[in-house]
C-alpha cells in the first residue's frame, strides 16, 4: 500500500525512539519507536510524511531504512553527531492498559528544538506529535497558514504544562486524545461534557479514544460512536494512539476534506491502524500492511454498526 | 405509549421490591423497585405484559396502580397475607457504577416459588429477571414451547450457584448480562471470547450491556455494536438493566420476529428505555413515557452510528 505521489504530504514533528518493551505475549529489546516513527508509518499508507524529529548517531541505519522504505522522507531529521538517541523503557500488564514506564533516557531528545526545513513551511497537513506544548507551539510559529493541525499530547503535559498546552491547543484544528486524558484536562467525568469543555479551549474537532470501546468524534455538526475493532491478541500496543493518529490524518489528507462525514471515515480508518498496530511488536505489523488488509478490516468494523 | 392488544404478551418473572436508594441526585425511601417492576412498566410500551412475583401485604396499592396504570397484568401477583415485601437499601458513588447495597430484607421473597398461571402457559415471550437460577429453571418447567426466553442474572448468581445456572442457561435463546458478569462467568477478560464462551453455554444470542460505552449483540449472523445514548445527568440508575432488557424485549414482541436485524433494533430500543429508567428516580421517568420521547431518543442514538 503506497501513498499516490500527488496527495497532499503531511508533516509530523514527534519522537523517534529506540523503545525496550515488555508485555504479556514476549519482550523486546531497543526496537524502532517514538510518536513520528509510528506516525510516519502508518500515515505512509495514504500519503507521503515528512518527518520532523531528531536522533542520535547510535540510531541504527536499519530503522532508517525501514522507515525509508514506507517512502518517509527523513530530510527534517537531525542526527546529533556524537549524540545518543531517545531511549525509553516500559511495561504493559497482564489486560495491557497503560504501560509502566521502566526508564527514560532522553538525551538527544532533552535539546530538541524542532527546526521545519524551508520547503516544508506550507505544509497544509501537520500532525504535532506528543512533545513539549512549548515546542509543538514553536512548530506552529514556523508554519504557513496549515488547512488543519492536530496535536496529540499525555497526562505528563496536562499536569505539568498546563498554560502552554492550552496555549497550543487554542491554535490548533484537531486534537485526538483518551478519555483519561479528557477528564484530566477537563475536570469533568462525563466523556460528552469533557469533550464540549476541551473544544472550548480551541479545537472545533476533538477525537476521544476509549481503547476497547471504540472512540468518540466531536464536531461542530455533532457526535460520531466509532466502536472499535475486535481484537482478540494483543501483542504490544505502543504506539496506537500515534497509529491511530496516522490513519486519521492520512484519509484526510487523501481525500484533502475535513467536513464530518469525512471525518468519519478518518475516525475509522485510524481505528483499523491502531488495531494493526497492536498486533506486533513495535511497527513490525504496519510497516507490511496492505490495501487489502486495511479494505478488510474496514469493511469488518463498519458491519458492527450497521443497523 | 401504549401497546396494542394484538400483540404478543410478555410474561416477566422476578422480583417486586421496594427500594431506598441514595444516589448523587438524592435520596428515596421505599419506592417501586424490583426487576419484574421495572421490565413490565418498561415493556408496556411494546406489548402487554404478566407478570408473575410475590409481595407482601404490606404493598402500597398506590404502587400497584402505577403498574396497572401501563396496563400491566397483575394476577400472578402473589400478595402474602400478613407478609412483609421484599425490601432493598442501596448507595450509588460519586461516579455511579454498581450500587453498594446497604440493607437486604428478602421477607415474603425467601420462600418465593414462582406459579405460572395456566392461562399463561403458553407464553410465546418469557422473561425470566434476576433471581435464584433454580426458580428460574422451575419456570421453564411450567411453561409450554415458549417462541423466545431470555434471561437475566447476576454476580450473586454466578458465584453461588454456577451449576443451576449454567443448567437454565442451556435452555434459555437470550441472555443478557454486563461486561463483569460475562468475565466473571466465562473466565475471559477480552469480551468477544468471553461472549462465545458464554454463548457455549447454550444462548443463541448474548447481549453484552457496557454501561456508557453501549452494548454489544452476539448472534450466530454476527456482531453489532450499539453505542450509549449521551446522557449528561444520571439520577438513578437502578433497574436499568431490567428497562435495558423490556425495551428489547417489547420490541421483540412487538416486531414478533427474531432475526438479527430486528435484534440489533430492539437492542437499540433498549438502550433508549434503559437511558430514560436513568433519569429519574424509580420508575418515575419510565412510567411517563411517550412514544414521541422514545422515538426521538431513538433517532439520536442511530445518528451518532451514522457513517
Known amino acids: 500500500m503506497t501513498a499516490n505521489a500527488t496527495v497532499n504530504p503531511i508533516l509530523v514533528v514527534g519522537s523517534v525512539a529506540l523503545d525496550s518493551l515488555e508485555t504479556p505475549a514476549g519482550h523486546r529489546e531497543e526496537c524502532l519507536g517514538g510518536s513520528a516513527s509510528y506516525f510516519s508509518v502508518g500515515a505512509s499508507h495514504f500519503a507521503p510524511t515528512h518527518v520532523v524529529a531528531v536522533v542520535g548517531e547510535d540510531f541504527p541505519q536499519a530503522y532508517l531504512d525501514h522507515l525509508r522504505s514506507r517512502g518517509v522522507n527523513l530530510e527534517g531529521l537531525e542526527i546529533i553527531p556524537g549524540g545518543r538517541t531517545f531511549r525509553w523503557r516500559g511495561r504493559y500488564g497482564e489486560h495491557f492498559g497503560d504501560a509502566q514506564t521502566l526508564e527514560t533516557q532522553l538525551n538527544v531528545f532533552e535539546h530538541f528544538s524542532p527546526k521545519i526545513p524551508a520547503q516544508w513551511r506550507g505544509a497544509k497537513y501537520l500532525f504535532l506529535g506528543n512533545i513539549d506544548p512549548e515546542l509543538q507551539g514553536r512548530v506552529l510559529d514556523q508554519v504557513e497558514n496549515p488547512h488543519l493541525v492536530a496535536l496529540d499530547t499525555m497526562n505528563f503535559w496536562i499536569t505539568g504544562k498546563r498554560h502552554a498546552l492550552e496555549a497550543v491547543l487554542s491554535r490548533v484544528d484537531l486534537f485526538i486524545l483518551n478519555e483519561t486524558e479528557a477528564r484530566l484536562l477537563s475536570g469533568e467525568r462525563n466523556v460528552y461534557k469533557a469533550a464540549e469543555a476541551v473544544q472550548a479551549l480551541g479545537p472545533r474537532v476533538v477525537v476521544v479514544k476509549r481503547g476497547e470501546y471504540g472512540a468518540l468524534l466531536f464536531h461542530p455538526d455533532g457526535v460520531f460512536a466509532a466502536p472499535a475493532v475486535p481484537l482478540r491478541e494483543v501483542i504490544d500496543p505502543t504506539g496506537a494512539g500515534d497509529t491511530f493518529a496516522a490513519g486519521l490524518m492520512g484519509f484526510l489528507a487523501r481525500a484533502d476534506e475535513t467536513d464530518f462525514a469525512t471525518l468519519k471515515r478518518a475516525v475509522l480508518t485510524g481505528t483499523v491502524l ?34
Open 274 to 307: 491502531a488495531s494493526f498496530a497492536c498486533e506486533g511488536f513495535s511497527l513490525d505489523r504496519v510497516l507490511s500492511l496492505t490495501t487489502a488488509e486495511v479494505e478488510e478490516r474496514l469493511a469488518r468494523l463498519e458491519s458492527l454498526m450497521k443497523v
